[in-house]
């Protein structure tokens, strides 16, 4: 067996396509990876200067890090009234709101703009105000605050498309009331980075599903079929060696892939905030209790659980069809077609099945849920039954259909 694992897997490395589609896909995550962080600009605090790249990167570290601290009562208290001030003195001074922030800083000096819009522009400052005034009156702990706008998340329904049955508003409420609040802020970079790259991850899943469009399809199609057929082995081992070799590709190829890009991350970044909350690096009103190192990892076994799901769907379509064509074209369609769905308001809940779309909204503050009665299951809940049944289901019967068409 051994033997015949190690032979399919050349044969999937023999397939240039595949090979190439998945250096591809592989490079583009690098570079997305690489490009969030030389592209970003932002302007520093210190200095009020256009920073870029790296410089930014430290920039925005210096900024996240200066509102570490628990977010206590007292502290909410004295960052609210630090905004008010900043506003008010802003409203104060005629015209200002018609200047850039460049005009600003030129006209009324750098100190002015630290002490106006250089914390008005702020997303710590929008974040925790803005959560304070989802309640009416405005809170005055974040705790308060948070539940407002959970309330206020849950009243408008999933797209705000999909109300909320009840039983869902109790376990979005059950799942929130996990979260340890007051909770402790600062700098988590590296994390967030990663955690944002995943929308994109299923650049790697399709690229793995082309890499393994020939497993059983190919055999068809260069008719060796027929050759294999009268070995000793061929019916009996043959097929699982392919869903084997398939499987050990799929977890080599998406453990390294994600793995690069978080390494990328956490060497410029630093890992620090590691166990911070999620809340951190997502928002205030995400109801998962996670911190974000867990929510990196939860995703990265969310999306290999989608691989081998992805991977198990393709080895059924290449068992079935003698064309990699075809075999190569259901699953890109699952994927992009997917995403494109989510776009459209009555099917946007279902698409978000399809792997690109799950990856998007997975452990975040949208929280779609999908309820049976008194059962309801969240989006990685879902997507853990529907691809752990398709590895289950797919890989057998894929091996079946080949070994009845070597009979044939």
């Given amino acids: 067996m051994g033997t015949l694992i190690r032979f399919e897997l050349k044969k999937i490395l023999?397939?240039?396509?595949?090979?190439?589609?998945?250096a591809l896909a592989y490079a583009l995550?690098?570079?997305?990876?690489?490009?969030?962080?030389?592209?970003?600009?932002?302007?520093?605090?210190?200095?009020?200067?256009?920073?870029?790249?790296?410089?930014?990167?430290?920039?925005?570290?210096?900024?996240?890090?200066?509102?570490?601290?628990?977010?206590?009562?007292e502290r909410i208290a004295a960052d609210v009234a630090t905004l008010d001030r900043a506003n008010?003195?802003?409203?104060e001074t005629p015209g200002v709101f018609d200047l850039s922030e460049q005009e600003i800083i030129?006209?009324?000096?750098?100190?002015?703009?630290?002490?106006?819009?250089?914390?008005?522009?702020?997303?710590y400052y929008y974040e925790v105000v803005g959560t304070l005034d989802c309640a009416t009156p405005r809170a005055t702990n974040i705790r308060d605050g948070v539940r407002a706008r959970l309330d206020g998340a849950l009243d408008e329904g999933f797209e705000y498309y999909f109300p909320y049955s009840e039983s869902e508003r109790a376990y979005w409420h059950k799942k929130a009331q996990k979260v340890d609040w007051p909770i402790e802020y600062g700098y988590a970079g590296g994390w967030k980075n990663a955690n944002e790259l995943m929308d994109w991850a299923a650049l790697a899943i399709v690229a793995l599903c082309i890499?393994?469009?020939?497993?059983?399809?190919?055999?068809?199609?260069?008719?060796?079929?027929?050759?294999?057929?009268?070995t000793k082995r061929g019916k009996r081992s043959l097929p699982a060696a392919k869903a084997i070799a398939a499987f050990i590709f799929t977890t080599v190829y998406w453990w390294l892939t994600v793995l690069s890009t978080l390494?990328?991350?956490?060497?410029?970044?630093?890992?620090?905030?590691?166990?911070?909350?999620?809340q951190v690096v997502s928002h205030f009103d995400n109801p998962y209790p996670l911190t974000a190192c867990q929510a990196v990892f939860m995703e990265y076994l969310l999306g290999y659980l989608l691989s081998l799901g992805?991977?198990?769907?393709?080895?059924?379509?290449?068992?079935?069809?003698?064309?990699?064509?075809?075999?190569?074209?259901?699953?890109?369609?699952?994927?992009?077609?997917?995403?494109?769905?989510?776009?459209?308001?009555?099917?946007?809940?279902?698409?978000?099945?399809?792997?690109?779309?799950?990856?998007?909204?997975?452990?975040?503050?949208?929280?779609?849920?999908?309820?049976?009665?008194?059962?309801v299951l969240d989006l990685p809940s879902l997507l853990a039954i529907l691809y752990?049944?398709?590895?289950?289901?797919?890989?057998?019967?894929?091996?079946?259909i080949f070994k009845r068409h070597q009979v044939a």
């Avoid at 023999?14 to 998945?22: D, E, F, Q």
């Avoid at 008010?88 to 409203?91: F, R, S, V």
């Fill in 29 to 73: 995550l690098v570079a997305l990876a690489v490009a969030t962080l030389t592209t970003t600009s932002m302007r520093d605090h210190a200095s009020g200067r256009i920073v870029h790249g790296l410089e930014a990167q430290q920039a925005y570290r210096l900024l996240e890090e200066s509102h570490s601290g628990l977010l206590s009562d």
């Fill in 14 to 22: 023999g397939n240039k396509a595949g090979v190439a589609a998945c």
């Fill in 263 to 278: 390494a990328i991350y956490l060497g410029v970044c630093g890992a620090d905030g590691a166990n911070l909350p999620l």
């Fill in 211 to 230: 890499a393994l469009c020939g497993s059983f399809a190919g055999e068809y199609q260069n008719r060796t079929a027929a050759v294999v057929l009268p």
């Fill in 310 to 375: 992805m991977a198990a769907f393709t080895l059924f379509l290449s068992s079935r069809m003698r064309s990699t064509v075809a075999v190569t074209a259901s699953p890109m369609a699952m994927v992009f077609l997917g995403a494109f769905g989510t776009s459209i308001n009555p099917i946007a809940k279902y698409m978000i099945l399809t792997p690109m779309s799950a990856q998007v909204h997975a452990f975040t503050h949208s929280m779609p849920s999908y309820a049976v009665g008194p059962l």
């Fill in 88 to 91: 008010q003195l802003a409203k």
């Fill in 388 to 400: 752990g049944a398709a590895i289950v289901l797919f890989i057998p019967l894929a091996m079946r």
């Fill in 106 to 123: 030129d006209t009324y000096g750098l100190e002015f703009w630290q002490q106006t819009f250089g914390i008005i522009s702020q997303h």
